[in-house]
C-alpha cells in the first residue's frame, strides 16, 4: 500500500514524497512535483491523504487555485474511494482553518450549538437556541437556507421584517453576550473552502458522500468555537438519508471526527418519516414556535425532539448531571417565559420587531389563500410521504430548487395529520397557505396523493437511537 505524504510549497503545486516497500522490505522515498491533479489521481487509486495534502487542497480551493473541474473530480473519488477516519478529521480541521474562527473564552457559559440534517417541518433550532440560552448556555449559532424539499433556518428568520440574517461580526458577537445566542448564516469568510465544495458538490452528484457531509458540518461548527456540539440525524422518507443504516453511520463518523478534533459531541437519530412540526412553510413554522415558546409546550413529537436535543446539550456543557434534571430545567425554562424573553431580545438586537412575540399576526403575513384540505374517507392516516409534503411546500413558492430562486414567505402548510391518527371523511389533513386558486388546487392534489388514508397504523417512534464517543445507545 502507497502512502502519500504532500506538503505544497506554493499555490497549485506540491512536493510529494512516495513511500513503499520494496522487494528487500526497505521503504524507498521519491520526491517530485506534484499538481493538484496527483493529489486527485491518489484518492481516485484508494490512497490515504495525509493532513498536509489535505490542508494545501484546502487553501488551494479556498484561495481559488485549485479549479471546479479539479474540486469536482476530488469529490467524486471521496464519493467512490471513502475516507479514513484520520482523513475526515484531517479534511475538516483544514477546510475550517481556511477562513475565520470564533473565539468566547471569557463567557460566563459553554458555548454549544446543534445541527440538524434537515427535514419537512423541522423548527427545532427556533425553540432549542433561545431555551438553551435561557438555562445558561451561549448559542452563536450558523444557520442554512433550505435547498430542495428541506427548509432552512434563515428563510424562517427571513419572514421576520428587519430581521438580519447576516449581522456584522461586532452585532453578533454583541448579541451572543447579551442575550445567549445569535443566529447567522456562513458567511464568506467562515470555512470558504467548504462554500466551494459543497456548491461543486451539488453540481456533481457527491453531495451524499459521508466523509464530504462529514467535514463540511463539522469544519463550520469548529470554526464557531463550541465547547460541545449535539447533532441532529433525521431517518426516513423525509430525510437526506433515508436508510436508517445510513443515517448511523453518518452520526458515527460526525461523533468520531468530532473526538479527533477535540469537540465533545452527541448524536440523535430521528424520526423523518412525517413533517416534525404541525407546519411546514417559514412564516407558518415562525408562528409556531412562537406559540410554542409562549405556551410553554407544543407538538408532542416536536416537544419530544426539542427535550431530548436540549437534554444532551445541557449534559455535554455540564449545565446538568442527569437527564432528569436536564429536562426540568428546560421546562422550567419554557413555563417561566425565560426562553421566550430571549427570542425577543434576540429578534430586537437583530433588527426585527421589539413585540413580534407579543403581535405576531401584526408582522407575519399571511397567504392570500388559506383553506383546508379535507379527508376523502373514514380511515387511519396510515403513510406520508414526507418529501413530497416538501416539495410541495417549494411548489407553492414557499421553498427553492435552485440556490438563488426567491421564495414567498407566506406560503405553506398547517395543521398537518401524523401517522398513526384516526381521521373521518371531512377532518383536515392540512390546511394549506396559497397564493392563488390555482396553487391552492395543485397543491391539495399533491397531498391527497401523498397522503394515505388506510387501515389502523401503529404511531412511529421520535427518537431511534443515541451516540456518543463510547457508542450508540
Known amino acids: 500500500m502507497f502512502t502519500w505524504q504532500i506538503s505544497l510549497f506554493h499555490p497549485g503545486t506540491a512536493c510529494a514524497a512516495l513511500l513503499y516497500p520494496n522487494k528487500s522490505g526497505i521503504h524507498c522515498y521519491y520526491e517530485f512535483m506534484l499538481l493538484p491533479e496527483e493529489l486527485i489521481r491518489a484518492k481516485r487509486d484508494g490512497e490515504e491523504l495525509d493532513e498536509n495534502a489535505l490542508r ?31 482523513e475526515q478529521a484531517a479534511l475538516t480541521l483544514a477546510m475550517r482553518d481556511t477562513g475565520r474562527c470564533f473565539s468566547w473564552s471569557d463567557l460566563g457559559g ?49 419572514s421576520i421584517p428587519g430581521f438580519d440574517v447576516n449581522p456584522t461580526q461586532q452585532l453578533f458577537d454583541r448579541t451572543v453576550r447579551q442575550t445567549g445566542y ?51 440525524i433525521k431517518t426516513g422518507n423525509g430525510a ?32 423523518m418519516n412525517q ?13 409556531e414556535s412562537i406559540s410554542f415558546l409562549k405556551n410553554g409546550s407544543g407538538h408532542k413529537r416536536l416537544t419530544e425532539v426539542i427535550l431530548s436535543l436540549g437534554s444532551e446539550m445541557m449534559l455535554l456543557g455540564g449545565l446538568a448531571t442527569t437527564p432528569k434534571t436536564a429536562q426540568d430545567s428546560l421546562k422550567h425554562a419554557l413555563d417561566s417565559g425565560l426562553a421566550a424573553e430571549r427570542f425577543a431580545h434576540m429578534v430586537d438586537m437583530q433588527g426585527g420587531p421589539a413585540d413580534l412575540l407579543e403581535k ?105 437511537e443515541r451516540f456518543t464517543s463510547a457508542g450508540c445507545s
Open 182 to 232: 445569535a443566529m447567522t448564516g456562513q458567511g464568506i469568510d467562515l470555512a470558504p473552502a467548504d462554500g466551494r465544495i459543497y456548491a461543486i458538490r451539488d453540481v456533481t452528484a457527491t453531495v451524499d458522500s459521508i466523509p464530504l457531509i462529514v467535514a463540511s458540518i463539522l469544519s463550520k461548527k469548529l470554526a464557531e468555537g463550541l465547547d460541545g456540539l449535539v447533532l441532529d
Open 360 to 464: 405576531p399576526q401584526k408582522y407575519l403575513t399571511p397567504a392570500p389563500v388559506v383553506r383546508p384540505l379535507g379527508s376523502s374517507r373514514d380511515g387511519c392516516v396510515e403513510y406520508i410521504d414526507t418529501r413530497a409534503v416538501g416539495l410541495c411546500v417549494v411548489r407553492l413558492g414557499g421553498g427553492r430548487r435552485h440556490v438563488g430562486d426567491r421564495i414567498d414567505h407566506r406560503v405553506g402548510l398547517s395543521d398537518l395529520c401524523n401517522v398513526g391518527e384516526n381521521v373521518s371523511r371531512g377532518d383536515t389533513l392540512a390546511t394549506i397557505h396559497a397564493a392563488d386558486e390555482t396553487s391552492w388546487s395543485d397543491a391539495a392534489r399533491t397531498l391527497t396523493t401523498a397522503i394515505a388514508i388506510g387501515r389502523k397504523t401503529d404511531l412511529l417512534p421520535t427518537v431511534y
Open 56 to 86: 494545501d487542497f484546502a487553501n488551494g480551493v479556498a484561495g481559488g487555485q485549485v479549479s471546479d473541474a479539479q474540486i469536482g473530480a476530488f469529490t467524486m473519488a471521496v464519493h467512490f474511494q471513502g475516507m479514513a477516519m484520520a
Open 275 to 287: 413533517p416534525l412540526a404541525r407546519s411546514a412553510g417559514n412564516t407558518l413554522e415562525m408562528l
Open 240 to 271: 437526506f438519508l433515508c436508510e436508517r443504516n445510513l443515517s448511523r453511520d453518518l452520526a458515527a463518523d460526525l461523533v468520531e471526527v468530532a473526538a479527533l478534533a477535540a469537540l465533545p459531541c452527541r448524536a440523535l437519530i430521528t424520526d
Open 110 to 158: 459553554p458555548v454549544l450549538d446543534k445541527h440538524s440534517t434537515g427535514g419537512v417541518g423541522d423548527l427545532v433550532s427556533l425553540v432549542l437556541a433561545p431555551l438553551m440560552a435561557a438555562c445558561g448556555a451561549f448559542i452563536p449559532m450558523i444557520s442554512g437556507r433550505g435547498l430542495g424539499h428541506s427548509g432552512g433556518t434563515l428563510d424562517k428568520l427571513e
